[in-house]
């Protein structure tokens, strides 16, 4: 056997290259930031994630900290704490969080637009009847009519908040 083939067949020694200081410092950087994104949280999303218990006191404590060098120390503390865990699956819980909230904002300016639209659109109840017809039509046109007394009277917006509240039953909210 030559000494080529020998090497070849020879068992992996198990030996990886050590991570170089930048990339250390850049991972140490990314998982301060992760802490940074987590600070923001409610507490109960927090508990949502299962993090250790010292984490989550250091993430409560920050929160009280008003000195910029003490809170500087603080969130590097979580940094070293967020070293401890897998980033994984909290950044993924965190994306899901955030998407999820992307599409329910993209669903109320939706249910925003279609009221603007129907209260000054005549031909846009047509068009919201085809494109939702399990609505109520009499209810939605005696909302609409309400809605344009209120206004003209100077009366509070009762009936238009009404119709925002109807719109929120009809168009489904979109799911990702």
């Known amino acids: 056997m030559s000494d080529h083939s020998q090497a070849e067949n ?3 020694s198990g030996f990886e290259p050590q991570p170089s ?10 998982l301060q930031d992760l802490g940074e994104r987590l ?8 508990a949502e994630l299962d993090l250790p218990e010292k984490l989550v006191d250091a993430l409560r404590e920050i929160r009280k900290i008003t000195s910029h ?5 603080q969130l590097q503390l979580i940094g070293k ?37 129907l209260t000054s659109d005549e031909t846009a ?11 109520d039509a009499g209810q939605l046109r005696t909302l609409l009519r309400n809605a344009e007394k209120e206004k003209l009277a100077g009366k509070p ?4 908040r009404a119709l925002f509240q109807l719109l929120r039953q009809i168009v489904p909210e979109m799911k990702g």
């Open 157 to 160: 917006p009762k009936s238009y």
């Open 10 to 12: 020879q068992p992996d």
């Open 81 to 117: 704490l967020m070293r401890t865990i897998d980033p994984q699956p909290v950044e993924a819980r965190l994306d899901a969080w955030q998407h999820t909230g992307q599409r329910h904002t993209a669903w109320l300016h939706q249910l925003e637009r279609w009221r603007d639209r």
């Open 21 to 30: 200081k930048t990339r250390i410092k850049q991972e140490m950087h990314a």
């Open 125 to 135: 109840v047509t068009e919201f009847m085809q494109t939702y017809p399990e609505a």
């Open 69 to 73: 060098g003490a809170r500087r120390r």
């Open 39 to 46: 600070i923001g949280l409610e507490p109960a999303r927090i």
